[in-house]
């Protein structure tokens, strides 16, 4: 067997995070400037399956039985394992990811539709991408407790979507060149958490919750129009709305805040949080001819790594 590579994009939500949880829709789009690669070599023979996390530094051994305790890479490689009704293989898998943790770039899709695409591949069963969705958004369900499924569905299609849960996916067009920068608080923020936060806060006070969320809701269905039309003007103020709406949701923090304070300070159209939020990263929506500045300015305030992406 020659060795056998897949790889998987990172994604960033646009607008719409948390309320898409709750049936609204929201916008996410593949972010290839960061990504998962997942690379499978023969084994020795009776070893197993064996799964490297590089970035880990940690090794996995993926065996027969389940264990209560598996991490989400063995439990992945199982499943696919009984998808496909094949015996543990003697192969070793090594994954590689320059897509930064709990940071609200989808890294656990990533790293796990690499990982399942790769091993397909090499157990001569490669995946259709439905297929692979679905059972990404399984291992999710691991990682995130009730998760939408739009980490795995960006990450499996690698296209632009305009999500909502439980109904088929659809894609749009770009009217114009949609210049971002995306902006890490070096703050990890696991998603679960945050999640459960909202939730707790619904159930709590369900009227006024859902009066935001339908708020949320209704700021995705005008940035789609807008992404559309090729309108950069209205996503900077879209995107503001989006953010007081979450700051509502209570999924902001101080370090969010301070830097979407400074990309807007130097010139960004509109920013807010895009994820799970606490920590993680911002998007700002700026002009090319302005994305140097705020950029700097990003860095100045205190973000550990400002990425420049340009949707087209
Ligand atoms: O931070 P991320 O990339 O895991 O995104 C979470 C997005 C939420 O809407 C908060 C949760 C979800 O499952 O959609």
Known sequence: MAEITATAPGKIILFGEHAVVYG???IAVPLPAVQSRAVVRPGRAGEGLIIVAANLGRTFVVRTDAQPDDPALVVAARLLLTHLRQPVPDLQVV?????PVASGLGSGAAVTTALLRALSVALGQPL??????ALVYEVEKLYHGTPS???NTVVVYERPVYFVRGQPIETFTVGAPVHLLVADTGLASP?????G???????AEPARIDAVLERIGTVARSARSAIERGDTLTL???ARENQALLRELTVSSEALETLIAAAEG???LGAKLSGAGRGGNLIAFVRAEAAPAVMAALKSAGAVRVLYTVLT
């Open 24 to 26: 609204q829709p929201a």
């Open 95 to 99: 994954l590689h990811s320059t897509i």
């Open 128 to 133: 259709d991408n439905e297929t692979l969705n």
């Open 149 to 151: 499924g739009i980490d």
């Open 191 to 195: 998603t679960h958490v945050a999640v």
């Open 197 to 203: 936060d909202v939730r707790r806060l619904r159930d």
């Open 236 to 238: 900077g103020r879209l």
């Open 266 to 268: 130097a010139g960004a």
